[in-house]
């Protein structure tokens, strides 16, 4: 299957950002990986590299993004017979299923759930953006706590509720990206109990309207982390691992409210050069 797709930039998807944003995610949390066991280490690697390859193309036919996840879909199954596809991401994957017991399910609800992504539109709803996350992002921090030996209920809450946030985060963050190629993705129930229109958003407009949908959105992310957070005193130690994105999340929740909810403020493009230092401390300090 080719590795990469040529294709015009106003037909660049959400698939895109989701891309770029992982790539950021691992660049920043492998400071802190690298604390974990040399094997868990590589296993939750090879989780990263698995979801890349199923963003990494931004297709203009939804039918070629629909034979990358049937590719997926039938490794999956070969790889839970021991017998994986001759594919170096197949072949890693095999061997973390094998070490640390992955579960199957939550490698197949990532997938489904990309492939309905390939519909490119926007979410009618604030819970169908929290469905997303949950069966994406919390799915593959489900995997991770696999990785690091962590069975333990409050781990899976806390997993969820972060799962969910990161997903609300990305939405809302890449608003600018997507409103300058003229898509939004962003909730409809939200946009429209605010009077925001989707050409409001591909406008680039800062009117009050515009940051009150930023702001409900915004907010419903910062409860689920404080979710997350309420089962801390209960979750395994082990496991605050998996969970340093919320590092990542609350510093973009705290730039963008510093910003009034304006999503298209200036400095909401910068990146915070201290984030790799705040996550190795938050790491060192056993907590997320």
Request: aromatic share 8%; hydrophobic share 40%; charged share 25%.
């Amino acid at each position: 299957m080719a590795a990469g797709i040529s294709v015009k930039r106003g037909l660049l998807s959400r698939r895109t950002w989701l891309f770029l944003a992982v790539r950021r995610h691992i660049s920043a949390s492998s400071v802190c990986l690298t604390r974990a066991e040399n094997s868990a280490h590589k296993a939750a690697r090879v989780n990263e590299k698995f979801c890349l390859d199923l963003v990494k193309d931004s297709v203009s036919q939804k039918s070629i993004g629909l034979m990358r996840m049937h590719f997926w879909k039938m490794a999956i199954e070969e790889i839970y017979r021991d017998d994986p596809p001759n594919q170096p991401v197949s072949a890693e994957l095999w061997r973390a299923v094998r070490k640390h017991s992955l579960t199957k399910r939550w490698l197949l609800r990532i997938i489904t759930e990309r492939e309905k992504d390939l519909d490119d539109r926007a979410y009618r709803t604030l819970q169908e953006l929290e469905k997303y996350s949950e069966n994406t992002q919390s799915s593959l921090i489900y995997l991770l706590l696999e990785c690091l030996g962590v069975t333990n209920v409050h781990a899976d809450h806390a997993a969820s509720h972060i799962g969910k946030a990161q997903g609300i985060v990305t939405c809302l963050r890449a608003t600018p990206y997507h409103s300058g190629r003229r898509k939004v993705y962003l909730p409809m129930d939200i946009c429209m109990l605010h009077g925001a229109s989707q050409e409001d958003f591909i406008r680039g407009s800062r009117e009050q309207n515009i940051r009150d949908v930023a702001y409900d959105i915004a907010s419903q992310a910062h409860v689920h982390l404080q979710h997350a957070r309420s089962f801390s005193h209960n979750v395994p130690e082990a496991a605050n691992l998996a969970f340093l994105q919320t590092v990542v999340l609350e510093d973009y929740l705290q730039r963008v409210r510093r910003a009034d909810f304006d999503v298209f403020h200036p400095s909401l493009k910068k990146r915070n050069p201290l984030l790799p230092i705040q996550l190795y401390l938050r790491s060192w300090k056993k907590s997320y």
